[in-house]
Structures are given as C-alpha cells and as structure tokens.
C-alpha cells in the first residue's frame, strides 16, 4: 500500500526536479528517494515519471494521479492543523472548587484574564470547603480545587502562594498595642473559630502549639467572624488574604515565629487535563 512519505518524496521531487535534491531536502539519499518511487509505480502498475538526466518530468498519467496525491497531502496537512487547533483549544466549560481567600484574591484577576483573552470559555464557581473540594475532585464534580498543601496522594496540588495566618482582635483588647505576638498568649482567650472543616489551618496550628481554644462561637462566615471581633466578643486567628475588605477597626497581628500556609490549585491524578484546564492552571500560576 501507498503511504504517505512516498507520496511526499514524489511531490518533493516534481517540485525539485533532481533526485539529489530531493534527498538533501528530506534528508534522505537519492537511493531512498528513487526506491521510494519505483515502489509507488510498482503499487500504482504505472509509470509516473520520465527519467532524464537533467530533468524529472511527471508522464500524462502521473500527472493526473499526481493532483490527487497533492490533494491528499493538503488534506493530510490540514488535519494536522485541525489537531494542534483542538490540543490548544481554550473552550467549553470549567467547574472549580474555590475557598473564601481565593475568591478574594485571585479568582477576579483570572476571570478578567478569560474574559479578555478566551472568552469561550465558560468558567462556573462553586464555593466550597477543604473537605468539599477534596470529595468533589475525587467524584469529578469539578475540574479543578483550590486547596492547602499537604493534600491527599491521590490530588496533585500546584502551589500558587503563601498566605500567613495572623491573629485578629478588636482596637479594645488589651493585646491590640503589642507589636507582634507569640501565640502562646493567646491560650486563655475567647475565641471566635472558623468552622473545622472550613479552616484546617488554625485548627492544625493550635494543636502543634499545645492550644486547646476557649471557644465562645464557632461561624461559617469569615465576614462575621470579622464583625464579631471587631464588635471585641473574642479574638480569632484568620489567612492575611480573607482581611483585604476588614473593618478599619480592626487589628491585625503578625506571630514572633511566622505561620505560612501554602495555597494551591489540585487535580485528581487519575483524569486527564484538557487543554482548558491546563490554560488556567498557567494563568493562575502567571497572576499570583
């Protein structure tokens, strides 16, 4: 059967004219070209050529079977194109999983980047927290999560940024004057906490510090968990990005002894990106 390098070798040589060009072009020896030739007759049971010495001239046959070859080769061609179009493809619908200091922070830069840039994309947000984001990523619910590293083994996590935890308080409390804290004076406090399963974070600091919190009100909203403070009903303990849009009352602590957390964009090992996904995934990384 015919394939495809013994129709480029016969278009390349038509176009040249001289077997030793055409081998220097396809980086292949004359002898290759010419076998390659005399296979496509012997396939063909027509002659395609007259050899002169100097010149390479399609016969009438070949001329005719020669529009179709370059036809094929065109189409051939386009396809290829086709393909590379769609691996680039930047389209369809993306679901990712955000947690509350994302949505603040960088969702609205990569949105405005998609809208600007691939606009046929759509992008939907669900708001979720660790373990919802983890369960959906597991279940395919969404594409991609934003999530705390260190995640499960089955999630690659990509790691976008370092967020501090900072202690919050009202300008009342009898700490709101100190420069910094060591987060040792914070054991007899009241505390308003974020939700567990909303904020591993704190939770986790608090036990590698031997902290069992006095907890006066546990809250799902960080925005009320701001009020509350400000309004000095307890202290909390919140990621620096969540206090972008704070009460102006409010005072914000930075620990002797810094406590970062790494915040980064998951994917279920076991599923393929789309191109899509890998796009976002490349313009979170570029406007962090």
Known sequence: ????????????????????????????????????????????????????????????????????????????????????????????????????????????????????????????????????????????VIDLGFLVNPVPKKFACIPLFQDALVCIMSEMHPLAKQAQLDIQQLKDERWIMPKRNIDRDVNQLLFQNDIRPVIAYEIAVDQVILSMVNANLGISVLPETLLQFSPKTLVKKHFTTPYLRSVGIAYNREGQLSSSAKKFIEACKELC
Not at 41 to 51: G, N, P, Q, S, W
Not at 53 to 64: D, H, M, P, V, Y
Not at 93 to 113: D, Q
Not at 116 to 139: A, F, V
């Open 1 to 140: 059967m015919a394939t495809f390098s013994q129709y480029i070798a016969l278009k390349t040589l038509i176009e040249t004219g001289s077997f030793s060009e055409t081998g220097m072009k396809l980086n292949l020896t004359q002898s290759t070209i010419s076998h390659a030739i005399n296979n496509l007759e012997k396939e063909f049971d027509i002659t395609l050529i007259h050899r002169h010495r100097n010149n390479i001239k399609l016969t009438s046959e070949g001329e005719i079977l020669f529009e179709y070859i370059h036809t094929i080769l065109q189409q051939q061609e386009q396809l290829e194109n086709e393909i590379a179009k769609l691996k680039n493809l930047v389209s369809g619908t993306l679901h990712i999983g955000v947690i509350p200091s994302v949505s603040l922070t960088l969702i609205p830069k990569v949105l405005a980047y998609f809208e600007e840039y691939h606009p046929n994309l759509h992008i939907r947000l669900i708001d979720g927290d660790y373990d919802q984001i983890e369960e959906w990523l597991q279940t395919g």
